[in-house]
């Protein structure tokens, strides 16, 4: 419940920061809008260098056990980030906004990541800073955000670019890694429901790749006229 709070605060510091430096430049609701998106770009960014972090640590050979509750917190406060976020999105549907099937689907399938972590032994919880690690891909979905809305279709083009090298060689070798680290659990009835649940996030990397594309060509319409 802590963590709920406590995104929750941080949740209504970015939407404040966002209206209070772009309010006479945008309407109420993109402000919104692009608050939100900011929120999730840091939380990404705090997961992709916690991962890191966690990941170097065990690649250089110190004691797994030692940084245990650095992974629990990690853990917690991925569930509340998920959590929340599924909140905010069913906040938004009551609202009228256009409801992302994708983002729904993926936190889905975080939150039946981490409960498997919480099955099974500790080295599994290394499993789940590796998949922190992807979060890459949503660092600067903001700024992108931000730029979509003021017409900045000079800079949206450079994320949407970014965005598609980090799917294509970035994310989608990543999952490959995470699916032959699995092995390191020794519990193949885990690394049947980790093949399972990379295939399917490999399935909406290429939908996220595909969308990249097609956002391209309408950011370089945008911009030749």
């Not at 009835?189 to 093949?195: E, G, M």
């Not at 594309?213 to 309408?218: H, M, V």
């Amino acid at each position: 419940m802590i963590y709920l709070i406590w995104l929750g605060l941080l949740w209504l510091g970015f939407q404040l920061m966002t209206y209070l430096s772009f309010k006479n430049c945008i309407n109420i609701k993109s402000v919104i809008d692009i608050g939100h998106s900011m929120y999730r770009s840091f939380m990404c960014g705090m997961f992709f260098l916690s991962g890191i972090y966690l990941c170097m640590n065990f690649i250089m050979g110190n004691n797994f056990r030692t940084n245990m509750s650095e992974q629990i917190i990690l853990c917690n406060i991925s569930w509340a980030y998920m959590v929340f976020d599924l909140l905010v999105i069913f906040v938004q549907k009551l609202c009228g906004s256009v409801i992302r099937i994708d983002l729904i689907l993926h936190h889905i399938m975080a939150l039946i990541a981490l409960y498997l972590c919480g099955l099974y032994e500790y080295k599994n919880i290394f499993i789940w800073s590796m998949i922190s690690v992807s979060e890459v891909l949503s660092i600067w979905s903001g700024v992108g955000l931000y730029a979509v809305h003021t017409s900045n279709y000079c800079l949206a083009n450079q994320i949407c670019i970014s965005r598609a090298l980090t799917l294509l060689f970035g994310r989608i070798p990543w999952w490959v890694i995470v699916l032959y680290c699995t092995t390191y659990v020794k519990c193949q009835s885990i690394f049947f429901w980790y093949a399972i649940g990379i295939k399917l996030i490999i399935c909406l990397d290429i939908y996220w790749l595909s969308e990249c594309l097609k956002r391209l060509i309408i950011y370089q319409l945008n911009n030749s006229d």
